[in-house]
């Protein structure tokens, strides 16, 4: 497949080995300098927010704040850091379609 320059579709590729082997290496290289420009322009992982959400429990969904490996805050973060980040999880969930 030949690549013209124009992309119309998203496709995830694993980072682990073997994720990105099978591409040619022009397209692997525009899959990596891609996936970099969006790594700068998000910045660092603050945090995760996981809100789980049950069938018939609709009042009690479950929530919780996860700080993963190399994430920027952490359980000793100030606690106004951490819930400013919630709230921007808030703001994202609410444009979520």
């Known amino acids: 497949m ?5 992309w119309t579709h998203w496709v995830g590729y694993s980072s682990g080995p073997g994720g990105k082997d099978h591409l040619p290496p022009e397209v692997r ?20 927010v996981h809100v789980q959400v049950y069938e018939h429990d609709a009042g009690d ?11 920027a805050l952490g359980p ?3 606690p106004a850091e951490v819930a400013a980040a ?6 994202q969930l609410g444009r979520w379609r």
Request: charged share 40%; aromatic share 2%; proline share 2%.
């Open 29 to 48: 290289a525009e899959v990596d300098r891609r996936d970099r420009l969006r790594k700068e322009r998000r910045g660092r992982l603050l945090c995760e």
């Open 61 to 71: 969904a479950a929530m919780g704040v996860v700080f993963p490996s190399g994430a």
């Open 76 to 78: 000793e973060s100030d």
């Open 86 to 91: 919630v709230a921007r999880a808030r703001e």
């Open 2 to 6: 030949e690549h013209t320059g124009v």
